[in-house]
Each structure stands twice: as C-alpha cells, then as structure tokens.
C-alpha cells in the first residue's frame, strides 16, 4: 500500500519568497514520486519527477524537489514566487512494477498563493 | 505531441441519468487511465488501460461506471443512472510502457448532477 500526505492544505508566501510544499510518502516499494501542479478547470501539468539516480531533482518553472529517503519526504521548493505560481500542488507516488509507473496516489493538494 | 483531450468539458444533468465522457490520448500512448477528482481532493485511481485491455480497477468503481478502449485509442467512461455523489471532475491521462514515463493529464470533464 502507498500514501501520500501533504501538509498544509493552504500555503501564502509573499512575491520573491522560498516556496516550501511538504510531501510525505508511504511505500512498501521504493517509489516512484511526482509533483504536478494544477490550474483552475484545467488538468494537472508535471512539474517534476524523482525515479532513481540524483536526489535533487530540478523541475519546470524554477522548482526542484528532493527525495530523502530517510524522512520518506519529497518537499518541493522554488527559490523566489512569482504571482503565476499561484495554483494548486499535487505530490503523487507510485510504485515500480514490471518495469512502469501505473496507478498514480495523491495527495489532498496544497493551495499556493502568491501574496504581491 | 496534440496532448490528452477530453470530451465534454463540462456536463450537467439530472440525477438518474446516464452519462458517457470521452478520452483521446496522445497518439503513442498505449496506457490510459481514468481518476476522480472531487472538490478540495487530490485525483482519486479508476481504472486503467493497456492498449485495449482494462488490467485494473479501482474498488471506487461500482458497477454503475463501465469503461471502454475498443481499438486501443481513445476510451470511453460511462457512468448509469448518476447519484448526487457523482458530482467530480473526471480527468484521463495517458503514457507509454517503455521507460519511467509519466502520466500526462487532459483537461477533465466536470460533471454537475442536479
């Protein structure tokens, strides 16, 4: 079985502000995770993904993720907001099988806003 | 690379009827997947295809949702006699088995039961 648990379920930074999004995993397997980020009545665009290899994991848009196995955490990070950040973020986790992602489990979602 | 399109968009109707939504993957997808999404909540897992093949389904999926892929490209998610409790955004995404390839998503068909 796999988890995914987001804290936070509303995020406000300030312009130029360190964007933090916690994500925290449960997997039997060694995972397989990803952020994507949601706009309003839109589908969900990836932002990034961690398979194996690098730890630090640099995304679209300025994000970068890093897998710590040890804290079974995948916290997604952006330098400085910008106001086009503003959107909802989505950790998602799957597990290795027969060599493939399949079914996605996600997170309840984090709302970021971007305070001007 | 056209990306996932969805059909309706957005579909409204009364509680009892039956609805049918529509997936178009990117063209050398051969996986296909459906999942829930309702309000304030990360997508919830449906079901899955591999080209026509529906290898799994979720416990979320009662009998009165079927889904289809005839030919392996685009799929079909009906849902019969729809319940208030329906009410979510549908979204499809698609990828290939070779390599760790992620899911690309569609825009999602909104589904209101009045």
Known sequence: AQSVTQLGSHVSVSEGALVLLRCNYSSSVPPYLFWYVQYPNQGLQLLLKYTTGATLVKGINGFEAEFKKSETSFHLTKPSAHMSDAAEYFCAVTRLSSGSARQLTFGSGTQLTVLP | ?114
């Open chain 2, 1 to 114: 690379d056209t990306g996932v399109s969805q059909d309706p968009r957005h579909k409204i109707t009364k509680r009892g009827q039956n609805v049918t939504f529509r997936c178009d993957p990117i063209s050398e997808h051969n996986r296909l997947y459906w999942y829930r999404q309702t309000l304030g909540q990360g997508p919830e897992f449906l079901t899955y295809f591999q080209n026509e093949a529906q290898l799994e389904k979720s416990r979320l999926l009662s009998d009165r949702f079927s889904a289809e892929r005839p030919k392996g490209s685009f799929s079909t998610l009906e849902i019969q006699r729809t319940e208030q409790g329906d009410s979510a955004m549908y979204l499809c995404a698609s990828n290939t088995d070779r390599g760790n390839q992620p899911q690309h998503f569609g825009d999602g068909t909104r589904l209101s039961i009045l």
